[in-house]
């Protein structure tokens, strides 16, 4: 089972950046497509972006042009870089496997205005 662990998040004002990184166990983390997702209060968790085992990158709409999820499979780590953010990005961020629906146990990532 593969474990994983964010770190990065923070308090930054509006128009900052942060990068968050996914630290993960195992030997499989290189097979595995990952993501990030995000839960603000009184909202429900929203996927923000994939990555495949091989590098494909998709990114909800709220964060395209702003967002890059990228993975070194080599370290066992995935990042999230974080540009341009805005107060309604403020939530906990979690990364994780979508297909087997593991996340870690989240970063919190706060915008001020």
């Known amino acids: 089972q593969v474990q994983l662990m964010e770190s990065g998040g923070g308090l930054v004002q509006a128009g900052g950046s942060l990068r968050l990184s996914c630290a993960a166990s195992?030997?499989?983390?290189?097979?595995?497509?990952m993501g990030w997702n995000r839960q603000a209060p009184g909202k429900q968790r929203e996927l923000v972006a994939v990555i495949t085992s091989d590098g494909v990158t998709n990114y909800d709409v709220s964060v395209k042009g702003r967002f890059s999820i990228s993975r070194d499979n080599a370290k066992n780590t995935m990042y999230l870089q974080m540009n341009s953010l805005k107060p309604e990005d403020t939530a906990v961020y979690y990364c994780?496997?979508?297909?087997?629906?593991?996340w870690g146990k989240g970063t919190q990532v706060t915008v001020s205005s």
């Open positions: 195992g030997s499989i983390f290189s097979l595995l497509a």
């Open positions: 994780g496997i979508p297909h087997s629906n593991s």
